[in-house]
């Protein structure tokens, strides 16, 4: 009996795996080149083979000019000793013009936020089931968008204050 479930599973899981792959590249990859590409670009020794991994992970990224950005980044001196002298993120965000580099600045941002915007996805939607549980029916998309917005904002009203300097005559 288990031997014909585990026939039955597999081609299910695998089907269910494949599209994941379309919304989060293979961890291992990301590990292996980009992970090394974002802490020190100037390690990247096989500029061909790092492109075409990248196109392969991103499918919008441009084999040709992600070469030619790289090439060119690892050319300037400057960039090498501010790399040397700083953190990978801070390299990044501060001292890489995303003007000269806009391919490879663009590979370094979705790498880097890849997981915070996936987990800030995951976040809403909870919040968002947690309001539907809670108010035992379907609010409108405007009242929704609404206790949505007070749920996940970082800001908090002053209601002594709003309350003191309320117009009663209104």
């Known amino acids: 009996f288990m031997l014909k479930q585990r026939h039955f599973c597999a081609p299910r899981c695998c089907s269910v795996e494949s599209p994941l792959y379309s919304y989060w590249p293979d961890p291992v990859a990301l590990e292996d080149r980009l992970q090394r590409f974002i802490k020190n670009p100037f390690l990247v020794k096989d500029v061909i083979a790092f492109s075409q991994e990248a196109a392969r992970i991103y499918k919008w990224v441009e084999i040709s000019s992600l070469q030619m950005e790289l090439v060119d980044l690892q050319a300037d001196v400057l960039l090498k000793g501010k790399c040397e002298a700083s953190d990978h993120t801070s390299f990044w965000l501060q001292a890489v013009p995303k003007t000269t580099f806009p391919g490879l600045f663009k590979v370094v941002e979705h790498t880097l936020t890849m997981f915070g915007s996936t987990y800030s996805c995951e976040s809403a939607f909870s919040t968002v089931n947690m309001i539907k549980n809670k108010l035992h029916y379907s609010p ?19 209601f002594q204050t709003l309350a003191a300097n309320a117009n009663f005559s209104h």
């Open 140 to 158: 409108t998309s405007e009242h929704l968008h609404a206790c949505l917005r007070m749920a996940v904002t970082p800001l908090h009203p002053k």
